[in-house]
């Protein structure tokens, strides 16, 4: 075996530099499909956390009257806690509501100069363990009795709620046809990669084909014969997946930290796990596509 | 039919330089009823039955498009028969799996009228590359390689390259590379074609010297006088049937 493992690297190496405009060509392509692969999942990642950090913030508030009475407070708090749904509910009294509005306020001075006393309601601020639950959550709250007992409007239940309905599913429907738009692009390239590897392998055998034949003669078998082609594909899909890695990772390092500066108020980050994952598609997909490529000319154009 | 008869009377010592036929061996080559038609109404071959066994020295001769060379491909099934049964080396072609067929020629060495060596490769790389793509260990090949092409006369040609070399000389390259295996059985498709009448009787001495070893050999040729010097088996070939087989046979047609 261990002779065979050298004939066969050897072989490859010499029909890469034989050819090696061709497998150049190869290695660009899978580079270019490559690298956008990577930059879609980054992409992706990084949609993902500032969705994620959106969703977090999709709480629902629910606002108190005035002197509402501690006990039925805590009903209140006690029943959403029990509920499935929920992942955590939070108090805030009408002291930390005006000290939060005059914090976001901070810009406009004269808004909290007209505050007359503390016009803010206490308010309980439901998280839940799923954002798309948000609406289900709602409708159960405006049936409680417990909720209209100590609402800041009973009159008017949807308006002692606060909710942000409309941004998750906004981003919901956005993040899913970037999705689409994605698999539609890497879908294409791979499929221009597997054609480039695919000539390349044609090319390889047609150089080679007096060698295949004394081969064929001599007994060799099959498996033998292709390897050193299905390495070859490889080993270029190999190539351009490096390349294609440590563009990322240069563009990762060049692009993120500015990234982070102009959209300050979105949670904008990719961590070491992700460009690692980021790392493994793209050598698996890599070699998949290689040996794919590979693949397909030998079944066409080396008949055993 | 005077064909026969020329054999039988032929002078007692030219039966002398020859072999006593051994046709008593283990079966090496058997062909039962076979044909092959490229088209439907063009036979290649018909009907063809043929015994050859272990230990042969066996000409097939005719013309060409005689049906030699489907003869020859047939056997190293490079192609299938469109009827009969084939066997060789103990193994049914017609049933042998597709994936089996490498180690069918690993049983079979093959010698081609053009050579076929591999003109960026030595004698040495050449012969040892048919033992290094069937996985043979390095150590067989340095001990092999050197011991075959010193049984084929080129110790001193070891480091030529096939340009480098005579015809006669490649051919025996090649002929070396066909039996470093020790294969059973050694087929040789005009093996002579490219050659002079001096160099082709050495190859042929060569190919009698291998014979001797107890590999069955099988040429086809349409070299005349090899065929009447060597005065072996010939199983002659016309339209894709056998018209004559006989020991000690002569080449006997008027070309």
Not at chain 1, 83 to 99: I, R, W
Request: proline letters at 4%.
């Amino acid at each position: 075996m261990s002779i065979s493992v050298g004939y066969f690297v050897r072989e490859s190496v010499t029909n890469f530099r034989r050819n090696w405009v061709m497998s150049l060509g190869a290695v660009i392509t899978i580079y270019l499909s490559l690298l956008l692969v990577g930059i879609f999942i980054a992409t992706g990642f990084v949609v993902n956390n500032i969705v994620q950090s959106v969703e977090d913030k999709v709480t629902i508030q629910v606002f108190l009257k005035d002197g509402a009475a501690t006990s039925d407070v805590n009903a209140l708090q006690q029943w959403m806690l029990a509920d499935p749904l929920v992942k955590g509910v939070d108090y805030t009294s009408k002291e930390e509501a005006l000290k939060k509005f005059r914090e976001d306020m901070k810009q406009s001075p004269e808004i909290i100069d007209q505050l007359e006393g503390n016009p803010l309601p206490a308010s309980l601020d439901v998280t839940l363990k799923d954002p798309r639950s948000v609406e289900e959550m709602v409708a159960k709250i405006k049936r409680s009795e417990l909720f209209l007992k100590v609402a800041d409007r009973p009159d008017d239940p949807e308006d002692s709620l606060k909710y942000g309905q409309q941004i998750v599913n906004k981003l919901f429907a956005f993040t899913r046809v970037v999705r689409v738009i994605q698999v539609v692009f890497v879908v294409m390239l791979a499929v221009v990669s597997l054609i480039f590897i695919n000539n390349t392998i044609r090319l390889a055998i047609y150089a080679r084909r007096k060698e295949i034949g004394i081969m064929r003669l001599v007994g060799a078998s099959n498996w033998f014969i292709r390897t050193p082609f299905l390495l070859e594909g490889v080993m270029q899909a190999l190539i351009g997946a490096t390349l294609a890695i440590v563009s990322v990772v240069a563009l990762q390092a060049a692009i993120m930290p500015r990234l982070k500066d102009t959209l300050s108020f979105l949670a904008v980050s990719l961590s070491g796990t992700a460009m690692a994952q980021i790392a493994l598609v793209l050598v698996l997909g890599g070699m998949l596509i290689g040996a794919a490529g590979s693949w397909l000319a030998m079944s066409r154009y080396l008949k055993v | 039919m005077s064909d026969i008869t020329d054999a039988t009377s032929a002078p007692p010592a030219a039966a002398a330089a020859a072999e006593t036929p051994a046709r008593t061996g283990p079966l090496m080559i058997g062909m039962r009823a076979v044909s092959k038609h490229y088209t439907p109404d063009a036979p290649a071959l018909s009907d063809v039955d043929v015994d050859i066994r272990a230990g042969e020295f066996v000409f097939i001769v005719g013309h060409s498009g005689s049906g030699k060379s489907t003869f020859i491909r047939l056997l190293l099934r490079e192609l299938l028969p469109t009827r009969g049964q084939i066997v060789v080396a103990g193994q049914d072609l017609v049933k042998l799996k597709n994936w089996k067929v490498p180690y069918l020629r690993r049983n079979i060495g093959c010698v081609f009228q053009d050579f076929k060596l591999l003109p960026n490769k030595t004698a040495f790389e050449n012969v040892a590359f048919a033992l290094e793509v069937i996985g043979k260990s390095k150590h067989v090949i340095r001990t092999q390689v050197p011991e075959v092409l010193r049984l084929v006369g080129l110790e001193d040609k070891i480091d030529s390259y096939p340009d480098e070399l005579s015809g006669g000389e490649q051919q025996r390259v090649s002929i070396a590379r066909a039996f470093v295996n020790r294969p059973p059985l050694l087929l040789c498709d005009e093996p002579t074609g490219n050659l002079d009448p001096q160099t082709s009787l050495g190859i042929m001495k060569l190919l009698e010297r291998i014979n001797k070893t107890g590999t069955t050999v099988l040429i086809a040729t349409h070299d005349r006088e090899m065929v009447d010097n060597m005065r072996r088996r010939v199983i002659a070939l016309e339209g894709g049937r056998i018209v004559r087989d006989q020991d000690r046979g002569v080449y006997g047609y008027v070309d």
